[in-house]
């Protein structure tokens, strides 16, 4: 049932036990606030559209989302909205994108364990969701790191203005990690929004490398389905890690180069 963003302060009376910018938020904050930054640096978001979310540490409830209207080069820190599930923006100015309430709520709710989500319309990964076939062919071993981790969703409904579709993109991530949504973008869920930065930074490289093999029209070079599932499974072994660096070598790049985003 669609419902109406609603800006209401008021609401977090009802939280009065959280400190919205506690030393644990603060830092939640500053790491989303990267991942917007360094996103707009690579040309991962469209305009004022796209969003990014993060559950707040220690909640299951409550989210940090970007504000509609602000480019992904703009937001701070500061300027990015704590929700509820109900559409209420309980500290922040302004109130999320009605799409990005609705994916990004429902997604959190219905699955807690993915403490942030990142939806984008990155140019080559899209490219493969018009496809009416697998993203991937597993002949390029940047897309390797993702075998079994991969889903495809393939029920396109237009835009999200209920809770049908975040259900939906949910349900489809099941146990993977990534889910290639048919005719609209990529969901990436993790763990730690280092984890998801990581996997889209490196979903968008390997979609680049597969269009550019499509579009020489020759065979792909077949691999065997055992050696492209070790792959995974090493890659996976050493995300969370290899992660964690990657994202902190982000963070010394903006402080030298947009250090306002961590304000």
């Avoid at 940047?142 to 495809?152: A, T």
Wanted: glycine share 6%; aromatic share 10%.
């Amino acid at each position: 049932m669609a419902i109406k963003l609603k800006v209401d302060p008021s609401k977090a009376a009802d939280y009065a036990d959280v400190d919205f910018n506690s030393d644990e938020i603060w830092q939640t904050r500053v790491d989303l606030a990267a991942v917007f930054r360094i996103s707009a640096h690579y040309g991962f978001n469209e305009a004022v559209d796209n969003h990014y979310s993060a559950l707040l540490p220690g909640r299951d409830d409550l989210f940090l989302i970007n504000p509609y209207g602000y480019s992904f080069s703009e937001l701070t820190a500061s300027s990015l909205l704590v929700c509820d599930f109900h559409g209420n923006v309980l500290s922040g100015r302004g109130e999320p994108e009605a799409s990005s309430f609705w994916i990004h709520a429902r997604v959190h709710k219905m699955k807690p364990n993915i403490r942030c989500l990142l939806h984008a319309h990155t140019p080559n990964a899209t490219a493969l969701c018009a496809l009416d076939r697998d993203p991937f062919d597993w002949s390029i071993q940047s897309s390797m790191r993702f075998y079994g981790v991969l889903s495809v969703d393939k029920e396109y409904n237009g835009l999200a203005l209920d809770d049908s579709e975040g259900d939906r993109i949910a349900r489809a991530l099941g146990n993977a990690e990534v889910v290639f949504m048919r005719n609209h973008g990529v969901s990436i869920g993790a763990k730690t929004i280092a984890e998801a930065w990581d996997d889209l930074y490196f979903v968008e490289r390997a979609a680049e490398a597969q269009v550019k093999a499509y579009s020489t029209g020759a065979k792909m070079a077949p691999v065997s389905h055992d050696i492209v599932a070790a792959v995974a499974k090493g890659e996976r072994a050493s995300h969370a890690a290899s992660a964690h660096l990657h994202l902190e070598s982000v963070k010394r790049f903006l402080n030298q180069t947009a250090p306002g985003y961590a304000s």
